[in-house]
């Protein structure tokens, strides 16, 4: 089982920069992928980005150019740098992992991390 702990969120002025954290224990080698998931207010949740084992990334459209993700094997842990935040992005923030499971693969999330962004 995996458990994941996220971290860095808070509020910032448009423009502005946040990194966010994310820590996974238990079964590690499970994880094939982590990464974040956003929800705002009234809309659906959507991807963020992914960072996946063999160091490939995936981003979604709204993010591309601004976030970055990156991961540290040897700590488990993977960051979001998010940059040129806007209003728009203001959201929690779902630390998210992709584990292989016997029957195929589940997702996982932690707790929400708040992002506010306004001036």
């Known amino acids: 089982?995996?458990?994941?702990?996220?971290?860095g969120g808070g509020s910032?002025?448009?423009?502005?920069?946040?990194?966010?954290?994310c820590v996974a224990s238990g079964s590690v080698s499970s994880i094939a992928s982590m990464g974040w998931d956003r929800q705002a207010p009234g809309k659906e949740r959507e991807l963020?980005?992914?960072?996946f084992t063999d160091g490939s990334t995936m981003y979604g459209?709204?993010?591309?150019?601004r976030f970055t993700i990156t991961r540290d094997n040897a700590k488990n842990t993977a960051y979001l740098e998010m940059n040129s935040l806007?209003?728009?992005d203001a959201a929690v923030y779902y630390c998210k992992a992709l584990v292989r499971t016997f029957e195929g693969?589940?997702?996982?999330?932690?707790?929400?991390?708040?992002?506010?962004?306004s001036s």
């Open 1 to 7: 089982q995996v458990t994941l702990v996220g971290s």
């Open 12 to 21: 910032v002025q448009p423009g502005g920069s946040l990194r966010l954290s």
């Open 48 to 51: 963020v980005a992914a960072k």
């Open 61 to 65: 459209d709204s993010v591309t150019g």
């Open 86 to 88: 806007k209003p728009e």
């Open 105 to 117: 693969f589940e997702n996982i999330w932690g707790q929400g991390t708040p992002v506010t962004v």
